[in-house]
């Protein structure tokens, strides 16, 4: 079992930057590749970057490419994904989620989901 707890979320300009963390615990969160995927209103979930176990390998949606980075601390137990130049069409719920071992661009291959938290950028 794995708990996510997101933070970092808040209102910012368009052209501006918010870092997300997301704090994991239980028993062996190191293992689990992450990912973190954002919604707006009245659309899918969609992938937004992932990291492996070790942060050795990354993936982005090409929507994010050179503006988001994803990093992890396995020391601290936590997830960060560094949003800079943030658009307007960025605006949703982002959430992190814990996958076994190798990380995913799709939703459903992850087993544990935290909560969420909100990112509005202003135009």
């Known amino acids: 079992q794995v708990q996510l707890v997101e933070s970092g979320g808040g209102l910012v300009q368009a052209g501006g930057s918010l870092r997300l963390s997301c704090a994991t615990s239980g028993r062996s969160s190191s293992r689990y590749a992450m990912g973190w995927f954002r919604q707006a209103p009245g659309k899918e979930r969609d992938f937004v970057s992932g990291?492996?176990?070790?942060?050795?390998?990354?993936t982005y949606a090409d929507s994010v490419k050179g503006r988001f980075t994803i990093s992890r601390d396995n020391a601290k137990n936590t997830v960060y994904l560094q949003m800079n130049m943030l658009k307007p069409e960025d605006t949703a719920v982002y959430y992190c989620a814990a996958r076994w071992m190798v990380h995913s661009t799709f939703a459903d291959d992850y087993s544990y989901w935290g909560q969420g938290t909100q990112v509005t950028v202003s135009s």
């Open positions: 990291i492996s176990r070790s942060a050795t390998s990354t």
